[in-house]
C-alpha cells in the first residue's frame, strides 16, 4: 500500500512526498504557502481560481533517446514551460523544480487578485468574514494594491439571498471557487447546491425544497473563502476579533465532535457573556473539521432565560427560590428523614447528558447512602462496548479496503450524522459497508449489503448472521437466507469489522439481546481487542458510554418498580417523567425528590428540591464518545446566576450527609476515576490536553488552506481501549429473543430526527423552521386501509391516553409499522401496538 | 537692604496700567472660546442628508481605539426598519468617555466617515454611569427633510453601506 516517494526542489527546499501527493500540499507540508482558493484539502482539486499558478521545472530530455540532459557540469537540465501552472491540480514530479516566489509567479499572482476583485463589493467593514477572511488576507498580500478597472464598471447584485432558513447568499462577494457546492456533492453526498447561468452573472442556487436542505450546511460557511456564505446564527453577530474562544466538546450525540465556542460580552445580554457562534475544532479522528447543523446551531438551549438560576425548596406545595444553605439543609434533612423511614431506600437517577465526574461522583454519593443507581436509557449494551468496544487507535478515518462496518437498528444520518459521514467516507476508501435496518435510511445508498428485517425481528437477524459464522446449533432456529451467508462471510474474512447497533424498533431487552448477538459476532470472528475492531453503541446521549464505565446502568424492566420501593429519589441531568408519565404518580407520593436540572421539567416540578446545575459551556469536565474516546471541555462563559456543576452539588450534598466526597476541582475527581474505573487508569486532565499537529492545516494562518475551522490545540482527547485482549476469546451470553406475539393494529415504532423539539434544542429559535413537527409517519397501504390520506389527521390510544395528529404517508415506512419521531410531544418509549382510526 | 523708592512705582504703574486694560480672560460659561478646527471633542454619530445614520456598525472604531472605550454591537436592517444604509446597523454604539483618550482614531478608522470628534469639550459627569455615552446621545438631530430612523424605505433603495467611492486619480 505504501507509495513511493517523489523528491523535487520548492523554492530551493528539497521534499520528498509520497506519489501523486499535489503540488500545494507538498509546498504546504515544509510550510511554504502556495495560495490557493478553490483548492481544499478535503475536496478533489479543479483549478478554477488560478491562484495557486507557480512555475514548474521539469528535468529536459533528449526527444529522440529520451535521456535525461545534462550541462557540462554534470547538472540535469530544468526545462520551465513558457506558461504557469496550476500547482493545485499538477501531481509532483521526480526531480522538479518548482518555483513559487519567483517574480513571474509573484506577478501572476497580483494579477489574478486585480481580476477576482473585478467585482468584488469590498465592503469588508460589514462583512462577517472580515478579519478572518482569505480574499482580505491574500489581497493583502499577494495584491496589486490598486486595480486597472473601472469603479462604475462593477456589477450589482444581491447581497441577500436565503439559500435556505440558515445559510445566506451575498452574490456580489462570490468568487465562484465551488468550494461550497463541490463539499455538497463530494463530502456530504447532498447535492443540493449548483452554479446557474455564466461569467460575472453566475449565482449559486440552490436545487431542493426547503432550500439548503442538508444536515450539514453550516460547514459551507467555513470553507467559503469570502463572505458570501453566512450563518443566519451569526449574521453581523460580532466582528471574528472581538471574539474569545473556549475549547468544547458537542453535547448532542455520542460522536463528541470537538468544538470552538466563540464568545462575547454583550449589552442584549445585559453584560452577560454569550455564545456567538460554535465553530468545528479539527480532530482528524473523530470529526475532521466538520460537524453537523444541529451542534452548530442548537446550541442557544445552554444561554436561555428559561434557566434555573436559584435553588428551590417546596413550601407549602409550592417551590420558592432559596438560598444553597437553606436548600442543602432541607435536602439533607429530607434525605435522612426519607431514608429514615422504614419503607425502601434512596435511588439515584441520572442521564447521559451529565460528565464522567458528575456521574462517578453521583455514583459514590448514592452508594455510600446504600442506594441504587439508575442509569435513564433505553439501549443496553453499555458492558459490552466497555469490554468489546473498539480498540485503541480506532479511527474511522483509516478504514478502508478490506474492512466490514455492520450498522443494525440505526439511522446514522438522523442520530450522529458525523458518523454517518464517516462510514460514507470509509465506504469511498473501499471499506464493505452492512446496513441492517427495518426500514430504508440514508446509509443504504453506501452499503455493499442491506439486509431488511421486519421490525421486532432485530435480534433474530442478528443472531441469523451468528449462526452463518460459527454454526451454532442452539442458533439454528435462526438460520437465514443466502444474503446472511454472504455477510457473514465477508465477516470471516475482514480485516478489520465494527459494528454500530441502535435501538430503532427495539426495546431495552431486545437491544440487551441485539448487543450481545453483536458482541459474540465480533468475538467469534476475532474483531475485538484490536484497533479499528469493536462494538459501537449508537447511544440516545452525548455520554451514555461514560455513565456505563462510571457503573452506572439502566434497569431492564424499567424505572416503575424501583420507585415504587424508594423513600427518595435523586435525580441528576435527567426527566424519566418527561418520557414515562406513569411515574409522576410514583414521584407525588410520600417520596423524597431532589433534582439537579437546567431547566424547570416535568420532573423537576414535582421535586421537595431543585438544584440549578451549570450546563457543558459554563464548566469543565470530560464526556466519553460512542468510540471510547475521553475528551475534555472546558468553560466558555461565566456561569449563570447560582449554578453550580452537577458534581459540585453532589459533593456539597454528601458531605452534608457525613459521606466523605472532597474534591477540589473536576481534575482531581478524573484522577479518582483513573484510580477506580480500570479502563480509564492512565487518564489526567493533562493528557485529555495533548494535541498532536494534523493534516490539513486549518485556521488561523492557514485560513486560506484548511477554511475557518479552529485548529486544535487543546487536545484531541484519550481513546481508552476495551477490557477484552486480542485473540482472547471471551464468551457472551447471547438472550433468545422471546416470539413476540402479533397485535391487531399498526406497531408504533419511536424513531431519532435531528431536529427534533427536545429541551436542548427548542430554545434555539433560529433552527426552528427546521424543526419536525408532531406527526405520525404511516405506509400507504396502510393508510389506504385507513381511510387517510396524507396530511389527515389520525388518532389512536395509548397507555389510557387518546393522541390526534396529523399523518404523513410514507412509502419507505414498512406495512403495518407506524413511525413516531420522538421528541416532538408525544413520548414513545418502546415500540407498542396501537389502533389507529382516521378523525372525521 | 537699601530699596529704591523708583523702583516701587515702576511696579506700582504696571498694576495700575493693567486695571485701565480690559481684561483678556472669558466669562465662560457665559462666553465660550472658539476652538481650533481641528479640535478633538466629543464624538458624534453623523446622519446623511435624508436621515439615515451613516454608521453601518462595523466596529472598526472599536478595533482600532487604544483604550478599549467604544462598544459596538450591530443588527441587520429591513427595509421596514431601516437605520442606515446597506444591509448593517449599529444596535448598540456606546463610549466610555473616561476611558477615551481623544486621539481621534476611531475618526480615521470609520468607512463611512460617521463618527466624528466635534468640538464639543463640555464633558462632565457625576457618576461612572453617566460617562458612557450611549447611541441616542450621540446621533445628531435628524436634518431637515430628513426623517428619523428607523425608516421605512421603498425596497431595494439603500443597498450599499460604503458610500460610492471615486475612480482613483
Known amino acids: 500500500m505504501t507509495k513511493s516517494l517523489v523528491t523535487l526542489t520548492i523554492d530551493g527546499i528539497e521534499v520528498s512526498v509520497p506519489e501523486g501527493t499535489l503540488i500545494v500540499d507538498a509546498a504546504k507540508k515544509v510550510g511554504i504557502d502556495i495560495p490557493v482558493f478553490c483548492y481544499h484539502p478535503k475536496l478533489h482539486p479543479v483549478g478554477m481560481c488560478r491562484m495557486c499558478l507557480v512555475e514548474i521545472g521539469r528535468p529536459a530530455r533528449d526527444r529522440s533517446t529520451g535521456e535525461p540532459i545534462f550541462d557540462e557540469d554534470g547538472q540535469q537540465v530544468i526545462h520551465f514551460g513558457p506558461n504557469l501552472e496550476t500547482s493545485c491540480t499538477t501531481p509532483v514530479g521526480e526531480g522538479w523544480v518548482i518555483r513559487v516566489n519567483s517574480e513571474k509567479a509573484r506577478e501572476g499572482r497580483k494579477q489574478i487578485v486585480e481580476y477576482l476583485l473585478t467585482s468584488h463589493p469590498l465592503d469588508c467593514p460589514i462583512c462577517d468574514k472580515g478579519g478572518e477572511c482569505p480574499l482580505q488576507n491574500l489581497t493583502m498580500e499577494h495584491g496589486p494594491g490598486t486595480s486597472r478597472f473601472l469603479f462604475d464598471e462593477k456589477i450589482d447584485l444581491d447581497k441577500h439571498v436565503p439559500l435556505g432558513e440558515l445559510i445566506f447568499l451575498d452574490r456580489e462577494r462570490c468568487i465562484q471557487c465551488a468550494r461550497c457546492v463541490r463539499f455538497q456533492e463530494e463530502v456530504v453526498d447532498d447535492p443540493v447546491l449548483g452554479f446557474t447561468n455564466r461569467g460575472r452573472r453566475l449565482e449559486i442556487i440552490t436545487s431542493s425544497d426547503p432550500g439548503f436542505d442538508s444536515y450539514f450546511s453550516g460547514n459551507t460557511t467555513d470553507i467559503c473563502p469570502v463572505g458570501a456564505l453566512t450563518t443566519a446564527d451569526f449574521r453581523f453577530g460580532a466582528r471574528p476579533w472581538e471574539l474569545n474562544r473556549a475549547a468544547s466538546i458537542c453535547p448532542h450525540c455520542p460522536v463528541g465532535c470537538n468544538l470552538t465556542l466563540n464568545t462575547r460580552r454583550e449589552a442584549r445580554a445585559e453584560g452577560r457573556d454569550v455564545i456567538k457562534r460554535v465553530m468545528p475544532r479539527q480532530n482528524e479522528h473523530v470529526n475532521e473539521i466538520w460537524i453537523c447543523d444541529k451542534g452548530r446551531f442548537a446550541h442557544h438551549f445552554a444561554s436561555s432565560i428559561e434557566r434555573l438560576t436559584k435553588p428551590m425548596v417546596r413550601v407549602n406545595g409550592d417551590l420558592v427560590q432559596v438560598g444553597w444553605d437553606e436548600a442543602l439543609v432541607r435536602a439533607t434533612e429530607g434525605l435522612k428523614d426519607a431514608l429514615g423511614r422504614s419503607k425502601g431506600g434512596l435511588v439515584g437517577i441520572a442521564g447521559g447528558r451529565a460528565s464522567n465526574e458528575d456521574l462517578y461522583v453521583f455514583r459514590r454519593f448514592i452508594e455510600g447512602l446504600d442506594g441504587h443507581t439508575v442509569l435513564d436509557d433505553n439501549l443496553a449494551g453499555g458492558d459490552l462496548t466497555r469490554e468489546m468496544g473498539v480498540g485503541r487507535g480506532t479511527d474511522l478515518g483509516q478504514i478502508g479496503p478490506g474492512d466490514v462496518i455492520l450498522v443494525i437498528a440505526s439511522d446514522l444520518h438522523e442520530e450522529a450524522p458525523i458518523w454517518w459521514l464517516r462510514l460514507k467516507q470509509a465506504v469511498e476508501r473501499g471499506a464493505e459497508l452492512i446496513v441492517a435496518n427495518a426500514r430504508a435510511t440514508r446509509l443504504d445508498r453506501y452499503a455493499a449489503h442491506i439486509i431488511r428485517y421486519p421490525y421486532r425481528r432485530a435480534v433474530q437477524t442478528a443472531l441469523g448472521l451468528l449462526h452463518a459464522v460459527t454454526k451454532r446449533a442452539d442458533l439454528s432456529p435462526f438460520v437465514g437466507d443466502k444474503s446472511l451467508q454472504k455477510v457473514a462471510k465477508l465477516f470471516m474474512k475482514a480485516e478489520n469489522a465494527i459494528i454500530f447497533y441502535g435501538r430503532e424498533g427495539l426495546d431495552y431487552k431486545a437491544s440487551e439481546a441485539l448487543a450481545q448477538a453483536c458482541a459474540s459476532l465480533l468475538t467469534s470472528t476475532d474483531h475485538v481487542g484490536r484497533a479499528n475492531n469493536g462494538l459501537i453503541a449508537v447511544w440516545p446521549r452525548v455520554n451514555t458510554q461514560g455513565a456505563w464505565d462510571m457503573g452506572l446502568q439502566p434497569i431492564p424492566s424499567g424505572l416503575g418498580e424501583i420507585l415504587e420501593q424508594a423513600s427518595a429519589v435523586y435525580v441528576m441531568a435527567s426527566d424519566p417523567v418527561a418520557d414515562d408519565a406513569s411515574l409522576e404518580t410514583l414521584l407525588r407520593e410520600d417520596t423524597f425528590l431532589v433534582v439537579q436540572e437546567l431547566f424547570m421539567t416535568p420532573t423537576a416540578e414535582l421535586a421537595d428540591v431543585v438544584f440549578p446545575a451549570r450546563s457543558f459551556i459554563e464548566r469543565e469536565g470530560t464526556y466519553t464518545s460512542g468510540e471510547h474516546r475521553v475528551q475534555r471541555f472546558y468553560p466558555a462563559v461565566l456561569p449563570l446566576g447560582g449554578t453550580k456543576s452537577d458534581w459540585r452539588i453532589v459533593t456539597s450534598l454528601a458531605n452534608a450527609m457525613g459521606i466523605e466526597l472532597n474534591f477540589p476541582s473536576a481534575a482531581a475527581v478524573m484522577l479518582a476515576i483513573a484510580e477506580s474505573v480500570p479502563n480509564y487508569s492512565d487518564l489526567t486532565y493533562q493528557a485529555l490536553t495533548i494535541a498532536e499537529s494534523q493534516w490539513p492545516h486549518v485556521g488561523g494562518e492557514s485560513l486560506y488552506f484548511g477554511g475557518n475551522a479552529f485548529k486544535n490545540s487543546q487536545g484531541l482527547g484519550v481513546q481508552v481501549g476495551p477490557a477484552a485482549e486480542p485473540g482472547e476469546p471471551s464468551e457472551v451470553a447471547l438472550t433468545m429473543p422471546v416470539e413476540e406475539s402479533e397485535e391487531d393494529g399498526l406497531l408504533l415504532v419511536p424513531i431519532t430526527r435531528l431536529y427534533d423539539r427536545g429541551t436542548t434544542v427548542l430554545p434555539s429559535k433560529v433552527l426552528h423552521p427546521r424543526l419536525e413537527r408532531l406527526h405520525i409517519e404511516l405506509n400507504p397501504k396502510d393508510a389506504s386501509h385507513l381511510g387517510v390520506i396524507d396530511g389527515a389527521q389520525v388518532e389512536f390510544r395509548m397507555n389510557g391516553k387518546r393522541f390526534q395528529l396529523p399523518a404523513r404517508l410514507v412509502a419507505t415506512v414498512p406495512e403495518g409499522i407506524a413511525l413516531m419521531p420522538r421528541s416532538l410531544g408525544v413520548s414513545v418509549v418502546n415500540p407498542i401496538p396501537v389502533q389507529i382510526s382516521s378523525v372525521e | ?169
Not at chain 2, 426598519?81 to 470609520?110: K, Q, V, W
Not at chain 2, 458612557?132 to 426623517?147: A, W
Request: proline share 8%; charged share 30%; aromatic share 10%.
Open chain 2, 1 to 169: 537692604m537699601r530699596k529704591n523708592p523708583l523702583e516701587l512705582l515702576r511696579g506700582l504703574w504696571t498694576t495700575f496700567r493693567s486695571m485701565l486694560e480690559s481684561p483678556v480672560t472669558y466669562q465662560y460659561p457665559e462666553i465660550k472660546r472658539p476652538v481650533r478646527e481641528r479640535f478633538r471633542g466629543r464624538h458624534e454619530l453623523k446622519r446623511y442628508e435624508n436621515g439615515l445614520e451613516k454608521c453601518i456598525g462595523c466596529a472598526l472604531c472599536a478595533a482600532a481605539c487604544p483604550a478599549d472605550a467604544i462598544f459596538v454591537e450591530a443588527a441587520e436592517n429591513t427595509d421596514e426598519e431601516r437605520y442606515s444604509p446597506g444591509e448593517r446597523y449599529a444596535s448598540t454604539y456606546e463610549i466610555n468617555l473616561l476611558r477615551c483618550i481623544f486621539c481621534g482614531f476611531c475618526e480615521d478608522s470609520c468607512p463611512t466617515e460617521a463618527i466624528v470628534l466635534e468640538q464639543n469639550y463640555e464633558v462632565s459627569f457625576t457618576s461612572r454611569r453617566q460617562a458612557i455615552y450611549t447611541k441616542d446621545l450621540l446621533l445628531v438631530p435628524v436634518p431637515t427633510n430628513g426623517r428619523q430612523t428607523p425608516m421605512k424605505v421603498p425596497p431595494g433603495s439603500f443597498e450599499r453601506a460604503v458610500p460610492e467611492m471615486e475612480d482613483a486619480k
